[in-house]
Structure formats: C-alpha cells, structure tokens
C-alpha cells in the first residue's frame, strides 16, 4: 500500500488498551468497531450445549471482527475475549467503508484481507472434518507453538473439537520419546 493510503488509514486508527478478560466484541450485539491487535491474544467463542467452544485465536497483526456485523450490519453470534492485556488499534466500521470508496490502494487491501481470512477459514474448516485431534494438535503445535504457552488448555481443546482430558492424553502421547 502507498504511504499516502497508509498514512489515510492510520489517521483513523485510536490506540486503545484493555486488561485481560475483556471482551472486545459480545455476541447478540452489533460491533460498529474494527480492531487490529498490536498486542495481545484473543478468543472468539460461541455458546454451544452451554459450552464455550473456541473457533478462533488472534494475536499480534490480526484484525477483530464481527463479519456478521460489518457485512450485514446484524448482531454477533460470537464474543471475542481478550487473554491477556492486549493493547488494539480500533476503527469504525464506518470510516473504513468510507476509506474503501476513497482509496482503491486501501479497498485492495481490504479485499485481499477477506481473500485470507476466508483461505484460512476453509483450511480449518478442511482440518476440522478430516483430520483427527492428535493431527489438528500437531499441526497447531508446528503453527502456532506461542498459542500453547500463551493459553489455558480448556480454550486450545475446544477449539481442537475435544475434552480437556483428551487433550491432556495427546500431549502425553505427543511428549513422549
């Protein structure tokens, strides 16, 4: 992107901090607010069976989301919470889709950020119905080895499909010479 387009984006960006547990963005709600994490973790999880179930982690670099939100303008059905202190940057819904019709440079940027995150969607999605949880550890393990000192277990097994206990029983096996 130009530094023109760059410096437009930034002007609009507000450096917000806030301690972990936070939840940045509460499902039923409609998130007029885009954040990008510059520091920190966070979980996005729904409600199932009266479980949190994980299906997402960002962390530094990534963009925090409502799709239904930003696309449709309609409540949540995800709450994305903060595990650690994190320090964002937040942007309005609104002056981003202004931005996207004043700037080709950024509206590109902005396409080729929904390009990835719907790639790394579908790779998930692929993982989750074809590989088995030991796999999806693994491959977790090879990916995002921070995730595994940065996060409580109960988060990294819901998000990999299993029980704690199962989880433990992976990480044993995978340990061991």
């Not at 696309?71 to 819904?93: A, C, F, H, I, Q």
């Not at 590109?108 to 790394?120: C, P, V």
Request: glycine share 6%.
């Amino acid at each position: 992107m130009p530094d023109a387009s760059l410096q437009k984006l930034q002007q609009c960006l507000t450096e917000v901090s806030y301690p972990k547990g936070f939840q940045v963005l509460k499902r039923g709600k409609v998130e007029k607010n885009i954040f990008f994490i510059k520091k920190g973790i966070v979980r996005a999880y729904t409600p199932v069976d009266g479980k949190q179930i994980t299906f997402w982690f960002g962390k530094e670099g990534a963009t925090i989301v409502s799709l239904k939100g930003y696309v449709n303008d309609e409540p949540g059905y995800e709450t994305m919470e903060l595990m650690e202190d994190s320090v964002l940057y937040k942007l309005e819904r609104k002056q981003l889709k202004e931005l996207f019709l004043d700037d080709l440079h950024i509206a590109n940027w902005g396409r080729r950020y929904a390009e990835m995150e719907l790639l790394a969607t579908e790779e998930r999605l692929i993982s989750m119905l074809s590989a088995i949880a030991s796999e999806r550890y693994k491959e977790l393990l090879e990916k995002e080895p921070d995730l595994l000192q940065r996060l409580p277990l109960g988060s990294i097994a819901t998000y990999l499909g299993v029980t704690q206990a199962s989880l433990s029983r992976i990480r044993a096996k995978i340990t061991q010479p």
